[in-house]
């Protein structure tokens, strides 16, 4: 079967296409057997490993959460991680508690002062940006470091805290199989240029917007 039998195949299955499914069973079954088949040469023919860019961006929430679900299966591989907060740092949130089970497995470093509304201090904040970068450059630059989470870095490149070319260049220092994972809202344009995956977190409902609800323990901290 060629490739473009394939791909028309997967457009069958809905992969594309549109088609209602099969009510029966041997329509069902004949269904997912070329199913299998287009995905069984889609895995085969994708065999490289590479240290990924992982972007995690917009207004909806799940930034910081989608990056810790990486850490949490990457330590479940046995590997280490290191996490550095660049706008958080005023309080600890439920996921550092957590993850102290872990022991040096993780290393976490919150490093901001809170809220840019809250700090108001410009030249502090720029100060404590920079001092993080140092801190994550040191991880992305360790081979024994499988994942660098960089949480709310795209915040302190939107406020020209740090400047994207500096982090572009610390992306190219990292071992060949070390991911990084960037959060935070407003991730530039260069950035999501370069990433291998980009995730834009849409914002539909939110309670603390419409509906008076604070901020909770275990959702949002």
Known sequence: MTQSDLDSKASELGMGGHLAPETDDAGYRKRMERRQQVQRQRVEERNREKGLVLVFTGHGKGKTSAALGLVLRTLGHSERVAVVQFIKGGWEPGEA???????????????????????????????????????????????????????????ALKLGY????????????????????????GA??????????????????HPFREQGVKAQAGIEY
């Open 162 to 185: 740090i400047s994207v070319q500096t982090v572009l260049a610390g992306l190219d220092e990292r071992p060949e199989l070390t991911h990084v994972a960037l959060t935070g809202r």
């Open 188 to 205: 530039p344009e260069q950035l999501i240029e370069r990433a291998d995956l980009v995730t834009e977190m849409t914002l539909v409902h």
């Open 97 to 155: 508690r957590a993850l102290r089970a872990f022991g040096d497995q993780v290393c976490w470093h919150a490093l901001g002062e809170g809220f840019t509304w809250e700090t108001q201090n410009r030249e502090r904040d720029q100060q404590l940006v920079g001092e993080a970068w140092q801190t994550a450059l040191g991880y992305l630059r360790d081979a024994a470091i499988k994942l660098v989470v960089l949480d709310e870095i795209n915040v």
